[in-house]
C-alpha cells in the first residue's frame, strides 16, 4: 500500500528567564533524563522529539537557549519560522513570572505568522514540586491572565517529577495543527 503518511516539521521556541527549567523540560521531554545540573553553555541547542499524530508524524524541532536570556530579548533570526512557543517561570521565583509579559512580547514583536497572526503560545508554570505561591496568589486568574495576554493556555509543569510536560506538548501540537 502506497504510504501516505503526512509529515509535520514544527520548530518550538522555549524562552524565558534564566534558571526557570527551560533545559531541563526540554531533557525531560526528549531523553527522559533529569539533573540537578545542566551547563549554559553560550549559543541556541535543539532537541528532536517525535512524534505519532494519528496516523501523522510531527517532528517537533524544540529550540533552548543559553546565555542570552539575561537580555529579555532574542534576535528575530532565533524566532524566525517557529510554529509554537513555550514561555516558562518558576513558581518560586515572582520576578520570573512578571517577566513573562516581556518574552511574549519580544516574540509577538519580532515574529507573525504569514496570516499576520501571533504564533501559538503556551505557558508553563514550572517547579510546581515546589512551593506554589505565585499560582496560590493568582489563583484562578491565570486563566484570565492567558486570554490577556494571548496564550493558548497554561500547565503547571514540573521537569524533576515528570509532571505534565507531554501534556502541555500535546495541547501544544493540538493547536498548531487546528491552526494550520
Ligand atoms: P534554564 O536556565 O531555564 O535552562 O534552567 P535549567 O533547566 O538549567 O534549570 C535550572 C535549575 O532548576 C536546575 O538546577 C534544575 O535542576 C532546576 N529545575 C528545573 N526544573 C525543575 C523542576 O521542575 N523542579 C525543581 N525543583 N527544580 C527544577
Ligand atoms: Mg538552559
Not at 532565533?78 to 520570573?96: N, S, W
Not at 484562578?140 to 515528570?162: P, R
Amino acid at each position: 500500500m502506497q504510504s501516505s503518511q503526512k509529515e509535520h516539521l514544527y520548530k518550538i521556541l522555549v524562552i524565558g528567564d534564566l534558571g526557570v527549567g527551560k533545559t531541563s523540560i526540554i531533557k525531560r521531554y526528549v531523553h527522559q533524563t533529569y539533573s540537578t545540573n545542566y551547563r549554559a553553555t553560550i549559543g541556541v541547542d535543539f532537541a528532536l522529539k517525535v512524534l505519532n499524530w494519528d496516523s501523522e508524524t510531527v517532528r517537533l524541532q524544540l529550540w533552548d537557549i543559553a546565555g542570552q536570556e539575561r537580555f529579555g530579548n532574542m534576535t528575530r533570526v532565533y524566532y524566525r519560522e517557529a510554529m509554537g512557543a513555550f514561555i516558562v517561570f518558576d513558581v518560586t521565583r515572582p520576578t520570573t513570572f512578571e517577566a513573562v509579559t516581556k518574552w511574549k512580547e519580544d516574540l509577538d514583536s519580532k515574529l507573525t505568522l504569514a496570516n499576520g497572526k501571533s504564533i501559538t503560545t503556551v505557558l508553563l508554570a514550572n517547579k510546581c514540586d515546589q512551593s506554589k505561591d505565585i499560582l496560590v496568589n493568582n489563583g484562578l486568574k491565570m486563566d484570565q491572565f492567558c486570554q490577556e495576554n494571548g496564550f493558548v493556555g497554561w500547565f503547571e509543569t514540573s521537569a524533576k517529577e515528570n509532571l505534565n510536560i507531554n501534556e502541555a506538548a500535546n495541547f501544544l501540537v493540538k493547536h498548531i495543527i487546528a491552526s494550520e
